[in-house]
């Protein structure tokens, strides 16, 4: 069963404080993608990678950064958590595009992060 | 830039009965893939239902069909028979094929679909 794991479900931080979001996922995939969730807002793209060491902005991303040194990892981090950063993060995967290949995203469960 | 306009913000239905989400979306692509997304609560998205731009047959798994009208760009999802699992966070996305930035799927904001029994 393929799957795409996320570290924290729940997390709680102080503001000012460096938050780390960890994503593995087990399907050798090469995509690997940070997204926000906000109620009314929809889905929206903080970073996406496509290989290791790469990485590639999306919509917003201010007062994020991500690292992938291995290819089954990807991680979002806050450098300096603001109350503006409560959200929940959703982690996602997918084979390297192409014609043949619809891109479908697989999911991890989210983190729901709480910036006091 | 492509957009993904879910004008439903929340839809209820009976259990057994049939309810369609709606989904529009604006590109000058004439190829590209769209998807239905489903959320249940605090579980992980999966992957409902997706169509080929270029298939004119609008695509069906089990219970789930769409409504695919290119010309109108709109991608409607239709819910037969629903059951008390079907409660969830229903999201349309698109993903463009040709050019740039082909790995990124583009949301709409979402349907919550509440199950009556």
């Known amino acids: 069963d393929v799957k795409v794991t996320q570290s924290s479900r729940y997390l709680v931080k102080r503001t000012g404080e460096k938050v780390f979001l960890e994503c593995v996922q087990d399907?050798?995939?090469?995509?690997m993608f940070w997204y926000r969730q906000d109620p009314g807002l929809g889905l929206r793209l903080i970073y996406f990678?496509?290989?290791?060491?790469?990485?590639e902005k999306g919509d917003i991303p201010e007062g994020y950064s991500v690292s992938r040194e291995k290819k089954e990892r990807f991680s979002l981090i806050l450098e300096s958590a603001s109350t503006n950063q409560t959200s929940m993060y959703l982690c996602?995967?997918?084979?390297?595009?192409?014609?043949?290949?619809?891109?479908?995203?697989?999911f991890g469960e989210g983190s729901r992060l709480t910036v006091l | 830039a492509q957009t993904v306009t879910q004008s439903q913000p929340e839809m209820s239905v009976q259990e057994a009965e049939t309810v369609t989400l709606s989904c529009t979306y604006d590109?000058?692509?004439?190829?590209?893939?769209l998807f239905w997304y489903k959320q249940p609560p605090s579980r992980q998205m999966i992957l409902v239902i997706r169509?080929?731009?270029?298939?004119?047959q609008n695509a069906t798994e089990n219970r789930f069909s769409v409504n695919f009208q290119k010309a109108a760009k709109s991608f409607s999802l239709k819910i037969s028979d629903s059951q008390l699992g079907d409660a969830a966070m229903y999201f349309c996305?698109?993903?463009?094929?040709?050019?740039?930035?082909?790995?990124?799927?583009?949301f709409g904001t979402g349907t919550l679909l509440a199950v009556q029994p």
């Open positions: 590109t000058s692509e004439s190829d590209y893939y």
């Open positions: 996305a698109y993903r463009r094929i040709y050019g740039g930035a082909t790995n990124k799927l583009i």
């Open positions: 990678s496509y290989d290791v060491k790469m990485k």
């Open positions: 996602a995967s997918s084979r390297l595009e192409g014609r043949e290949n619809t891109g479908e995203l697989f």
């Open positions: 169509q080929e731009a270029y298939k004119q």
């Open positions: 399907m050798d995939h090469e995509n």
